[in-house]
């Protein structure tokens, strides 16, 4: 059974996330603003449907910030360098790209990422934040 989680704290979650990626190096503050941006839409998406928790929302229990971004009807430039992100080949190895909703596991796990594609989306995750930041007005 997924985690019930309030309004409130996810709210809490969301800032205290951001903060926290804001202070912390790479790949550490990636993976934070990638929690405080999951943190920070579903907050967005609990208000514009105004209920106070994640309770009957299961759509809502997703690392898929492209696929919240869609449902909260944001436009498609907001999340746009949400995209898969390479991986180079190591030792005649090569892996598959991680998908956006798996990032979270690389950064976590410390899988090394194409740089570009990691610059753009962390980018993409700046633009999600910044448009959080200003609809939740904190």
């Known amino acids: 059974m997924p985690l019930t989680v309030s309004l ?3 709210t809490n979650s969301y800032v205290r996330l951001r903060d926290a990626a804001e202070t912390s190096p790479p790949p ?4 934070l603003r990638f929690y405080s941006v999951e943190c920070g839409l579903k907050v967005l998406a609990l208000k514009e449907r105004k209920v106070s928790s994640t309770a009957q929302q299961q759509e809502l229990i997703t690392h898929d910030l492209r696929q919240l971004a ?5 436009s498609a430039s907001a999340y746009r360098n949400l995209m898969s992100c390479r991986r180079p080949a190591k030792g005649g190895f090569s892996h598959p790209p991680v998908a956006t909703k798996e990032l979270h596991e690389a950064w976590r796990y410390g899988a090394e ?4 594609d990691e610059r753009r989306t962390v980018a993409g995750l700046t633009t999600l934040g910044q448009l959080c930041a200003e609809r939740i007005g904190r």
């Open 8 to 10: 409130r704290e996810l």
């Open 28 to 31: 550490v503050s990636h993976l």
């Open 70 to 74: 869609k449902t909260l009807k944001l």
């Open 113 to 116: 990422l194409d740089s570009e």
